[in-house]
Nanobody
Framework: VQLQASGGGLVQTGGSLRLSCVAS????????VGWFRQAPGKEREFVAA????????YYADSVQGRFTISRDNVKNTMTLQMNSLKPEDSAIYYC???????????????????WGQGTLVTVSS
């Protein structure tokens, strides 16, 4: 599966952005999906995940209650709705997918085989 992320941009503190990740080649319904982010000088970190079965979602503590991950199997797209954005949310955001959801390692980048190219989010203070 190929992933193409979009929707990043510049937003003020407290604002909202909606990131999208379009899948091609295979139906996204076949995959567990996740969002990660990487700020300058930092390692890529987990943001949110959606397991393939059961529809359960998982979030980093830092975004819990502000971000929502979802998928549209008809449009073959996954999204990340980001509200109440903070300057510390500024990063390049990556979408990811894998055929197997790791309940023990879903926060680990190594649990995902497929990655989008990233989209830049900048939150001004």
């Amino acid at each position: 599966v190929q992933l193409q992320a979009s929707g990043g941009g510049l937003v003020q503190t407290g604002g909202s952005l909606r990131l999208s990740c379009v899948a091609s080649g295979r139906t996204i319904n076949s995959y567990a999906v996740g969002w990660f982010r990487q700020a300058p000088g930092k390692e890529r970190e987990f943001v949110a995940a959606d397991s393939r079965s059961g529809g359960r979602t998982y979030y980093a503590d830092s975004v819990q209650g502000r971000f929502t991950i979802s998928r549209d199997n008809v449009k073959n797209t996954m999204t990340l709705q980001m509200n109440s954005l903070k300057p510390e949310d500024s990063a390049i955001y990556y979408c990811a997918a894998d055929g197997i959801f790791s309940y023990s390692h879903y926060k680990d980048t190594r649990s995902y085989d497929y990655w989008g190219q990233g989209t830049l989010v900048t939150v001004s203070s």
